[in-house]
């Protein structure tokens, strides 16, 4: 089989995807690659066009994206909880979520466009890190994880003072003052990110844990929050509360577990609080982390039952 640029075989990159699979092909692969997903079916005169055409920009993007092609009249479930109410529509999924889209038969340079707007937005088709900056950014990361934030703070200075353009070590520096406390510190580091790496996610990631610290200022003693959520399981607001202050305490994954228990109970209340908050954590914590993972999995089929 023949090896396309980022490594992935022709034949992985596109799929015949149907309601059985979706979860695994899209939401589940998602995850990790970027799934753009093309709703047609074989009666749809612009499909015809449309889907060559995206077929072969997902190509050309090497492994960086991968694609689904769903047939709206053989899995009308799924176009149903999507909204899709005209073909040809598409999608692209990012960590089990819908990004970006568009209807109709478009042009091949916005296909083009839409394609590596995808994958600028999942971070998957850059340039890696320096390799020997990599180890100075695990040292790094180890310090923080073990609560030496002013120590990893100095170490990812250094890297960027040999390295301006290190998305890592920006982030990682502003997560290492968030750590500390000092969040008027962490936003102008982020603020002061050149613009080319503005959008990387080391960047997003210190972005979304500064917001929760911002959140987390205002938010009550977990113990009194924990008798209230007791006291009334159906009380909203003291839950969500709680979740904010288990952040803040380090134990993100009781927190998770709060807010996806409080979206299963009422998904839109306070204008879908808890699905913000979820993504707004999964964004904080580390690429691959258990929790995060787990998290993005239940949150999916929730929104997908």
Known sequence: ????????????????????DFMAEVVDMSQTVPVIVDFWAPWCGPCKTLGPALEAAVTK???????????VDENQAIAGQLRVQSIPTVYAFWQGQPIDGFQGAVPGSEIDAFVARVVEAAGTGGAQPDAGF???????????????????????????????????????????????????QAEA????????????????????????????????????????????????????????????????EEAVDHLLELFRQDKEWNDGAAKTQLLTIFDALKPGDPVAARGRRKLSSMIFA
């Open 1 to 20: 089989m023949i090896e396309l640029g980022g490594g992935a075989p022709a034949g992985d990159l596109i799929k015949d995807v149907s309601e059985a």
């Open 61 to 71: 993007a090497g492994g960086a994206v991968r694609m689904a092609k769903v047939n």
């Open 134 to 184: 990599a180890e100075a950014i695990t040292a790094a990361d180890e310090m923080l994880d073990e609560g030496d934030a002013a120590g990893a703070a100095q170490t990812f200075a250094a890297i960027l003072a040999e390295d301006p353009m290190n998305a890592a070590a920006f982030g990682g520096m502003a997560r290492a003052h968030v750590a500390l406390g000092e969040l008027e």
């Open 189 to 252: 580091i982020l603020n002061g990110a050149p613009a080319e790496i503005g959008n990387a996610p080391e960047i997003e990631a210190a972005h979304a844990q500064l917001a929760l610290a911002r959140q987390a200022e205002g938010a009550g003693p977990v113990a009194d929050l924990e008798a209230a959520v007791a006291a009334d399981p159906a009380d909203h607001q003291a839950r969500y509360d709680l979740a904010l202050a288990l952040v803040a305490a380090g134990r993100s």
